[in-house]
């Protein structure tokens, strides 16, 4: 009989195509996503080697990064020269290569995290790769993914494998159930609070329990999304019958049955009973409650009742990180979070992009208005969502309210596009880093579920959703 | 790969913790499809006022420290985006080794693949090199990968861990690719057999 194994030693063992004495192991990729920002270099890299991409039919791009969210993106002066460059060097690329393609006028185009999904190129127990460090999204349908460099892009695209020592398990679980206004969203956050944002480092993380197994696949999604914002090479969840649900009847999941098969297979992804986690975590589901960063690291994390700590609190570097960080944001010690003024509002991203996502946001400002003086803005995570949307009629309530409805991208979670915050602007955003000028140089980001960004947009400053009316 | 055996040079000290990739190089640079010339925007929101200029008080912009060539670091250094830009401008301004308690896991694989040494080290150790650093630059420190060992400016000598494999490919500048197609077999091997075993993949 075999040792118990976690879910991540079963998929890892599934996929080493070569070992060396040392533990250097050549691990194959079936899913390749690229983007345009970190392609461009590895593609060039191949042209002047003069290699193939070894699998094609794996490999899957989609400019997300750098482009517009406007309604009048097809028009090219919407995009700046260097941004122009960067996409067309995409869909040159792609169509050289033979790799399956969405361009931005493809109505399946959003951000890549999203799409994978979406069209049913991520499922269980695959190896999904891509140069963005949000892979980890994908650790939702129990596949192991993660984010890579360049080179390594390179090295996928030329070889369809990655040089990995293997992680090093953890385990984060769960118990109990989430109360109401609490969401998938405080529940990651809740737990870089509790690890910090080093304390995955080594480590893939299983996340388990039953407020894990309560949540939605978009739920999912959100909580291995930021497993890297945890430091963590990738975050896993079993699959089970929501995501072979999900899974099913899409795009380029199998059919028949290919369909039987691959489900038998997905049944048995699971931790074995006794199987060996190097660290655990478990929080309680009933003691999360809705978060919001107050600094500029996502470990900088507390309850939306709390207060503004105060640099002594902390230890070692971490004290004069606390200083900078306030002093960035422009807060006092001792403020209360529900006292904070914000003045932009973000809703989108490959965190918090997803339709249930938008039901939730549109929960919140069905026939509501924004605060005087608001900037607010929606951006659906893909072509797909935006559509959905537009059917169920949350995009009324979204304008009706006051808030710009977008077209697909990555938009103002990295600002690499014209979407950004200016000197000093404060935002309430459901991304992911509130790193100092990720949103716009010198702008200020505090992370939100989707229905806090709402009701933060209809107050005009941070506000507990479990209060609002 | 540029070749990585000893180097000695001046240390620049940045004790903050969690520098994240966005400070190291900020997303108004990735948009270029080269790999070179980003060594001139390494720190750019730390290093330059908006109008250009230099922020006199940031490390390496101090006279001591502006041909630095290695850098002693704060926990967590290269959290955050995936993004290689952020190694390819510490190599483009002439950084070859950061030392420092921990990496993020990306930034880390990055660092090597790129002819730079990442060096993890416990806190005392990253505490008594950082003093050394802050000494400015009189004090260089000499990186030795062959032998895994730091040398202070003071002559105190501390050894380091690395991974066997990585420090034979950094020693010999080896490329990634080449070796790993030098094993294309066992690639087409685990194809054939994972394509019986999972078709619908």
Redesign the interface.
Known sequence: MTAPKTLYDKIWD?????E?A?G?T?L?I?RHLVHE??S??AF?GLRL?G?KV?APE?TIAVPD??VPTTLDRADPATM?E??R??VN?LDTNAKEFGVHYYPVSDVRQGIVHIVGPEQGWT?P??TVVC???HTATHGAFGALA???????V??VL????L?Q?KSLNMKVEITGHLKPGVTAKDVTMAVIGETG??GG??YVIEYCGTAIQDLSMEGRMTVCNMAIEG???AGLIAPDEKTFEYCNGRPH??KGA??E??LA?WKTLFTDEGAHFDKVVTLKGEDIAPSVTWGT?P?DVLPITATVPHPTDFE???V??AE?AIEYMGLEPGQKLTDIKIDTVFIGSCTNGRIEDLRAAAGVLKGKKIADGMRAMIVPGSGLVRAQAEEEGLAEIFKEAGFEWRMAGCSMC???NPDQLSEGERCAATSN?N????QG?KGRTHLVSPVMAAAAAVTGYLTDIRDFA | MEKFETITGVAAPM????I?T??II???F??????TGFGVNLFD?MRYN?DGSEIPDFVLNKPAYRNAEIIVA???FG??????HA?WAIKDFGVRCVIST?????FF??CF??GILPIVLPQDQVDALMKDAEKGENARMTVDLVNQEITSSDGEKFSFEV???KKHCLIEGLD??G???A??A??D???AE?GAL????
């Open positions: 599934a996929h080493v195509a070569h060396d040392d250097t050549l194959y079936d920002v970190t461009a270099q060039e080697a290699r070894r794996k990064h750098n700046t260097e941004s460059i960067q060097a499922l127990g695959m140069g963005d460090s993660h984010g890579i460099g360049t080179s390594e390179e090295h030329a070889t369809q494998t040089i020592k944002t080093g480092t080594g430091g963590a090479r999941a199998p290919q369909w098969a691959a297979y690291s470990e070692g570097g971490k004069a990180a900078r990295l600002a690499m880093r790193f100092e000028g990720r140089y | 004790p903050l913790v969690n994240d966005d400070m900020p997303k108004v990735l948009k270029s499809i080269k790999r929101e908006r704060g926990d967590n959290c955050g985006s995936s993004r290689e190694p921990s990496f993020a896991d990306i694989n990055n693949k790129n991974d066997a494999f990634d690719i070796l790993t197609m094993k294309e066992s690639i091997t685990f194809e994972a999972r078709p619908w993949v």
